[in-house]
């Protein structure tokens, strides 16, 4: 089966731009957790839709938003682009909705911002 | 809320050595407890888990941690490292109870010197 997959693989920005970046998750899962992951540091939760609904919501600005559709794929939304938006960002997916189900990640995807 | 400490950055050690990298966690509630492992480039793969039950844990590739609630940690260990077990190791903790997202440490880099 495939894992789950993440585009694009890269991303170059400038500031003030918009970014989308996607996730596909692994099929049957129904829940997809998006985090951030700056340079040296471990990777930091943004949104968890579980059921094309927000379940969770971690401490980003409102330029940060997330949708899932009807097929349980994602995509992540960035508007006016800060050059502190550089990080890897993961996309994981998991069966369920609870802390306790196991959550597989993406490649990620690598955004910079110049 | 739940934060996690990792307290070494760095750990090098030499190949078919044991090793150990520390893991503690701070919660006013129960928790669930994980490891995972990151490859260069790669997302990340998860080495194992603390849901209930034994507190000692195996997981894949030979790792296994311990929870100790008394002290609050959830240490990694391997009796003896390979080279293919360079990377970066990070420790992350969720409340037991209601759905919350996974809060990561900062991370781990393991080193395996031959």
């Known amino acids: 089966d495939a894992g789950v997959t993440q585009s694009p693989t890269h991303l170059i920005k400038t500031r003030g731009q918009h970014v989308t970046l996607r996730c596909s998750p692994i099929?049957?899962?129904?829940?997809v957790s998006w985090y951030q992951q700056v340079l040296g540091q471990g990777p930091q939760f943004i949104f968890q839709y579980y059921e094309k609904e927000e379940r969770g919501r971690g401490n980003f600005p409102d330029r940060f938003s997330a949708r899932q559709f009807p097929n349980y794929s994602s995509e992540l939304n960035v508007n006016a682009l800060l050059l502190g938006d550089s990080a890897l960002y993961l996309c994981?997916?998991?069966?369920?909705?609870?802390?306790?189900?196991?959550?597989?990640f993406g490649p990620g995807t690598r955004l910079t911002v110049l | 809320a739940q934060s996690v400490t990792q307290l070494d950055s760095q750990v090098p050690v030499f190949e078919e050595a044991p090793v150990e990298l520390r893991c503690n966690y701070s919660s006013s509630v129960s928790v669930y407890l994980f490891w995972y492992v990151q490859y260069p480039n790669q997302g990340l793969q998860l080495l194992l888990k603390?849901?209930?039950?034994?507190?000692l844990v195996k997981g894949i590739n030979g790792f296994e941690a311990e929870f100790n609630k008394s002290q609050t940690s959830f240490h990694l260990r391997k009796p003896s490292v390979h080279i293919s077990d360079t990377a970066e190791y990070f420790c992350?903790?969720?409340?037991?109870?209601?759905?919350?997202?996974?809060?990561f440490g900062k991370g781990t880099r393991l080193s395996v010197i031959a």
């Open positions: 603390y849901l209930s039950g034994s507190t």
């Open positions: 099929s049957g899962h129904k829940s």
């Open positions: 994981a997916s998991s069966w369920g909705g609870s802390s306790y189900n196991e959550q597989f």
């Open positions: 992350a903790v969720s409340a037991s109870s209601g759905n919350t997202p996974l809060v």
